[in-house]
Every structure is written in C-alpha cells, then in structure tokens.
C-alpha cells in the first residue's frame, strides 16, 4: 500500500518550525530537485519535479526565507518548476551553500543538530522519496530518498546515519536510492520524520497481520488434528476389516464388537462424538479402540 501522499502532508514546514529548520528544509529540496546554469551572462538556479507540492513548497520557503519572489509554473503540463536567476540566486546560494561555492548548494555540511538534520530528511522525502506498507492483498515495508549520483545518496546516509538511523544504499543507473526495508527500520525513519499517523499506521498493520498469523497458525494446527483425527479412525477401520476377513471377529465379546460395529457404521465420527453416541467415557472408548487395533495389525503381520 502506498503512503507515500500521506507522509508527506504530514512533513510539510509548519509555522512552528525554527527558521535553521526550514533552511535545512529548503537545502533538501534544491540539492534534490535543483540544477544551475548560465542564461544571458546571468546564473541562475532551478528546480523541477513532476509533483506540484515539492515547488509550491520551495516557494513559500524562498520567500520567506530570502524575501524574494520567483518565477514559477509548469513546462508543457508535465513537470513544475521554479526558477531565481540574478542576485535572487545568490541570495539563495548564500543560504543554502553557507557562503561555499555554488556547485556545493543544498550539501549537509551545515547541518547542525538532529532537528535540522529531521528538517532536512523531509525535505529530501518531499522532493524524492516513497513509502509502502502491506496492504490485504501483500506487499512489504519499503521506505526510500532517491538521489542523483552515488555521492549525495553516500552524504545523505551518513547524515542518518548519525541520528541513529541506519539505512542502505543502492545504484540505479546515474541515480541512488537510499532505502529502509524492515518494519522496524520504516517505522523509525517515518518517527525521525516526524509522520505520527503513518508510524501509527504501520503499528495497526503490524497488529492486524500478527492477529491473521496467529488466525492462520490455529487453523493450521486445527487442520493438522483432524488431519491425525483421520488417519487413526483409517486404521481402526483397517484393523476391524482384517479382524473379518481372518474369523477373529466373530470371537470377541460383545463389548468390543458393538465398538468395531459403531466405528464402521459412523467413521466421521470423532473420538468424543462416537463415545457420547455409544453412551461410555472416552477413555474407555479409546482403550477399546486401541485393543481392537492391536488386534487387527496384529493379523496382517
């Protein structure tokens, strides 16, 4: 099941949020989503995505944060952009590139405490990222920020890394994915993120699926005694079979005949079933049943 909607509307700036937060925040987004270029002598710094939230967000935080407006909207209604040149870039640059070369915007160098690191996973997640949980119908835990190039997936990792969170690295071709799979892991980087209704939701998931395993492992023992049930009443029959067969049958009291008659006669019964019908207790039932079955098997050897 994809929650991936879910989490980020529950990671989205708030007006709460410390000013380094949104910084961290906005970092993410533009080492995310961001790329610089030359156009009329001028730099200039764009981001785009095929998602509108991740770009109305990074303009409300430019906004705020740099007081500056940019120009936004959509190329040919496929992917949305937003994009600053001049000395709005630089104002830009300056504060996410912490007075570095521009090349070096949106890196994690800046990061200071484990609150603007969390400012910064969200961002990234907003920018780049997914999340699933078992559904009805299967599935896993998977949670991922999706990065360009090996090295920004590696800086990503490290920066978890040193807020507890452990999580992998893979390449996809120029891109890297920085993931979680366990529910242990997912949960903890959607607490990290501070998403408490999805933690929430992995917390029923988890409860609904431990009540349907342990639904399943009783029906499965149930099946496995009846299962038993079955192939001792198979025998019993077998052995009152050869005890006819051989003559023997006609030699036993009576007692252990009206037991072989109602064995044959009612074979789906149980054990408890047949004893009530027969009118004795179970264990008497039994140590007849286990006679004559001794008996018989005794015949075909």
Request: charged share 25%; glycine share 10%; hydrophobic share 35%.
């Amino acid at each position: 099941m994809n929650i991936t909607s879910q989490v980020k509307q529950e990671i989205l700036p708030g007006g709460e949020d410390k000013a380094a937060d949104k910084k961290a925040y906005l970092s993410a987004l533009v080492k995310c989503l961001g790329s610089i270029g030359i156009s009329a002598g001028k730099t200039y710094l764009e981001l785009e995505s095929k998602h509108n939230l991740p770009i109305i967000t990074a303009v409300s935080l430019i906004k705020e944060l740099c007081g500056t407006s940019v120009e936004y909207g959509s190329g040919g209604g496929k992917n949305y952009y937003v994009r600053a040149d001049g000395e709005d870039a630089k104002k830009i640059f300056a504060l996410v590139g912490e007075g570095r070369s521009i090349t070096d915007f949106g890196d994690t160098d800046g990061i200071k405490s484990r609150f603007e690191a969390a400012a910064y996973a969200r961002g990234a997640f907003l920018a780049s990222g997914s999340a699933y949980v078992p559904s009805e119908e299967g599935g896993g835990y998977h949670i991922e920020f999706v990065f360009f190039g090996e090295d920004t997936a590696r800086e990503f990792q490290k920066l978890l890394s040193r807020c507890a969170i452990t999580l992998q690295v893979s390449q996809k071709g120029s891109y890297s994915s920085v993931y979680a799979k366990s529910e242990s892991a997912v949960s903890d980087v959607l607490a990290f993120l501070g998403a408490a209704e999805s933690v929430m939701l992995i917390a029923d998931v988890s409860a609904r699926r431990e009540t349907n395993n342990s639904i399943n492992r009783a029906t499965n023992c149930t099946i496995a005694n009846l299962d038993k049930s079955q192939a001792t009443i198979v025998r019993q029959t077998e052995a009152i079979r050869r005890l006819k067969e051989s003559g023997e049958y006609e030699k036993l009291d009576i007692k252990l005949k009206e037991t072989c008659d109602a064995r044959i006669e009612y074979n789906n019964d149980t054990l408890e079933e047949l004893a009530e019908r027969m009118g004795i207790s179970k264990s008497g039932l039994n140590h007849r049943l286990a006679k004559i079955t001794a008996m018989g098997e005794r015949k075909n050897g």
